[in-house]
C-alpha cells in the first residue's frame, strides 16, 4: 500500500493476510499443526505525552492507539505485545508497553475521548478471544522518563498478530516461529512549526524464530523468592521487637498540652513539637468523608540508585477499606500491574505480569495483630494504617510534630513529621508496611494534609543521612465519591492460585 511522505493521521499499516510473506509451516513431531489466522492491523500516528511526574517534575510518555479485526471465520486471541525502539546515530533505548493508569485515563479522557484497552485487558480472560469479524481498539503506552527522548529514528514493534508455528521445544522452553510488524518512523524537522514530526517510512515484516519458557517452573521460583524474603524480614522484626522499649505507664497528671486557639490553621502548637490537638481535628475533618478517589504517583529509591515509579488510582473508604489500581515500572516487563483490596478482614495483592502471568496473596488481618503486640498500647497502629500508604499519616498518632503551612496547588497543607521510636520500627520493617514505609528503611516521615478536608496530599520519607528515598503526589481528589460496593470486594481470577501469605509466614516460623 503506497503511503505519503508525511504519514496522515490515521492510516492502514497492513494486513496480514498478504501475498509474498513465506507460509509458516512445519510443527514438531507428533504435533497437529495449529490453526492459521492473522488479524487485520491499522494504527494511528505515534504522538507524544507530557504528565506530572512522581517527585516534583515531569513524566514524559510516547503513546499509539491502534485498532485490530478478526477477517477470519474463528475465534482468535488477541495477546499483543508492543515495543518501542528510539534510535540516535547508534545508541538504541527500548521501552515496553506499560500499564499506565494515570497516562491511561489523560488519553482517553481529554485526548481520544473515548475508552480503549491496554495490553492487559486485551489479554485478560473477560475479554476472551476476539470473535469473527469483529474488531478492538487498544493503546500502548511507553513511559520514557523524566525529560524528552532524543531520538533521530522511532520503530514500534507488534507480536501477536497472527499465529504462531511451534517448533518445538527443549526441557521447558517452547520454540515458535512468528510474524513481526515494524513500523518506521524519522523524527524531522517541522514544515508548519518549530518543531519536530515524524516522518512515516513503509512497515516491514519479519520472521524470528522465539522461545517462551514454560510459566509453572517461572512462577514456582518467584514464589521460592518470596518466601525466602519473608523469611529474613521475619527474622528483622523480631529483633527488633526484642530490643524494642517497654511500655512505661505514666504518671497522673494534668496535661501539658496547650489548648488550641482559633481555627485549625491558628493551632497554638508551635513549630518543631508535637501537635495532638491538630492532628486529632485533622483525623475528624478527614473521618467526614465517607469515599475518596484520588490519583497518585509514586517512587522508591536514593538518590544514587534507579528510582522505581508508579501510577495509580485510589479508592478510600472512611471505614478503612480501600482499594488501588497501579502500574510499576522497575525496568523490566516483570511488574507491570498490581491491584490491592482491602475488604475490611483480608488485604488482596494481585499482580499480572508478561513473564509469569497473574498471582494473588493474600493477609489476613486478624490473624497479623501479633506482630504489632510491642505497640498494642497505640489504637492508631491498625491493619488499615500499615497496609494504606494514602493514609499512613494517622498511623504516627501524637508523635507527628508540626513543621508550618504551606501552599499545594493552590490548597493550604499542614507538613507533619514523625521520627518513629523502635517499637514502631518493628511495624515498619514487616512485609505488610510495603514499598513506601518498610522496604526504604525511613527514618523520618513528612506529610502534607490539607487542611479543608484532612485528607494526605503527599509523602516524603528520609533516611538516616537526610536523603529522600521515597515519594508519594496525591491529585485530581475528589471527596464523597460515589463508589460502588464491588471495588472493596475481591474475587480471584479462576486458575489462579491464591497464596495463603499468613501461612506461609508461619511455616517459616518453624525451626
Known amino acids: 500500500m503506497r503511503k505519503t511522505a508525511l504519514a496522515p493521521t490515521v492510516f492502514l499499516a497492513a494486513v496480514l493476510l498478504v501475498a509474498g510473506l513465506p507460509p509458516l509451516t512445519g510443527t514438531a513431531r507428533g504435533q497437529e499443526a495449529a490453526p492459521q489466522w492473522a488479524l487485520v492491523f491499522e494504527n494511528d500516528t505515534p504522538r507524544a505525552l507530557v504528565l506530572p511526574g512522581p517527585v516534583d517534575g515531569l513524566t514524559y510518555y510516547w503513546y499509539v492507539v491502534y485498532r485490530v479485526k478478526n477477517p477470519t471465520k474463528m475465534a482468535v486471541p488477541t495477546r499483543i505485545e508492543v515495543g518501542l525502539e528510539l534510535t540516535i546515530k547508534k545508541e538504541t533505548a527500548v521501552f515496553e508497553d506499560v500499564h499506565d493508569i494515570v497516562a491511561e485515563g ?3 479522557k481529554k485526548i481520544i475521548e473515548r475508552p480503549l484497552l491496554n495490553w492487559s485487558e486485551m489479554a485478560s480472560k473477560k475479554a476472551g478471544p476476539l470473535e469473527p469479524g469483529k474488531s478492538r481498539e487498544c493503546v500502548a503506552i511507553f513511559r520514557v522518563g523524566s525529560r524528552a527522548a532524543e531520538f ?21 522452553v517452547q520454540k515458535f516461529r512468528e510474524r513481526i510488524l515494524n513500523l518506521d518512523y524519522d523524527y524531522v524537522d517541522s514544515r508548519w512549526a518549530d518543531t519536530k514530526e515524524l516522518k512515516y517510512n513503509d512497515e516491514r515484516w519479519v520472521v524470528k524464530t522465539t522461545t517462551l519458557a514454560d510459566r509453572v517452573d517461572a512462577n514456582q521460583q518467584a514464589v521460592d523468592e518470596s518466601a525466602e524474603r519473608l523469611k529474613k524480614l521475619r527474622e528483622r522484626i523480631e529483633k527488633l521487637r526484642k530490643n524494642a522499649p517497654k511500655d512505661v505507664p505514666k504518671a497522673p497528671g494534668k496535661s501539658s498540652a496547650a489548648p488550641a486557639q482559633g481555627g485549625i490553621l491558628g493551632a497554638a502548637q508551635g513549630i518543631g513539637l508535637p501537635a ?43 471505614d478503612g477499606r480501600f482499594a488501588t489500581e497501579r502500574s510499576i515500572d522497575v525496568g523490566t516487563p516483570r511488574a507491570l500491574k498490581e491491584l490491592r483490596v482491602f475488604d475490611g478482614k483480608s488485604l488482596w495483592i494481585h499482580t499480572a505480569t508478561r513473564e509469569l502471568g497473574d498471582g494473588v496473596r493474600r493477609w489476613d ?85 490539607d487542611a479543608d478536608s484532612g485528607i494526605q496530599l503527599r509523602m516524603r520519607v528520609y533516611d538516616a543521612a537526610g536523603a529522600v528515598v521515597a515519594t508519594l503526589e496525591c491529585s485530581d481528589t475528589e471527596l464523597d465519591a460515589d463508589l460502588p460496593a464491588s471495588r472493596f470486594a475481591f474475587a480471584a481470577p479462576k486458575g489462579v492460585k491464591v497464596i495463603d501469605m499468613n501461612a506461609l509466614m508461619a511455616a517459616n516460623d518453624k525451626p
Not at 475533618?285 to 536514593?302: D, I, N, P, Y
Not at 515509579?309 to 472512611?318: D, E, M, P, V, W
Not at 494504617?385 to 503551612?405: D, E, I, M, Q, Y
Not at 518493628?426 to 505488610?432: F, K, T
Open 152 to 172: 533521530d529514528t522511532m520503530r514500534l514493534i507488534f507480536r501477536g498478530l497472527a499465529a504462531r508455528t511451534q517448533l518445538g521445544r527443549e526441557g521447558n
Open 365 to 449: 488481618a486478624a490473624a497479623t495483630k501479633k506482630e504489632w503486640r510491642t505497640v498494642a498500647s497505640r489504637g492508631e497502629v491498625s491493619f488499615a494504617t500499615v497496609v494504606n500508604p494514602l493514609k499512613a499519616w494517622c498511623l504516627f498518632g501524637g508523635s507527628l510534630v508540626r513543621l508550618g503551612v504551606e501552599q499545594l496547588d493552590g490548597k493550604a497543607a499542614h507538613v507533619l513529621e514523625a521520627r518513629p521510636d523502635a517499637s514502631l520500627q518493628a511495624v515498619l520493617g514487616g512485609p505488610l508496611a510495603g514499598d513506601l514505609l518498610g522496604h526504604t528503611g525511613g527514618r523520618r516521615f513528612r506529610f502534607w494534609i
Open 276 to 318: 495532638p490537638q491538630l492532628v486529632q481535628a485533622l483525623r475528624q475533618k478527614a473521618s467526614k468523608h465517607a469515599s475518596v478517589r484520588l490519583a497518585f504517583t509514586q517512587a522508591v529509591g536514593g538518590p544514587q540508585g534507579r528510582r522505581q515509579q508508579s501510577t495509580g488510582i485510589a479508592y478510600l473508604r472512611g
Open 106 to 108: 489523560h488519553i482517553e
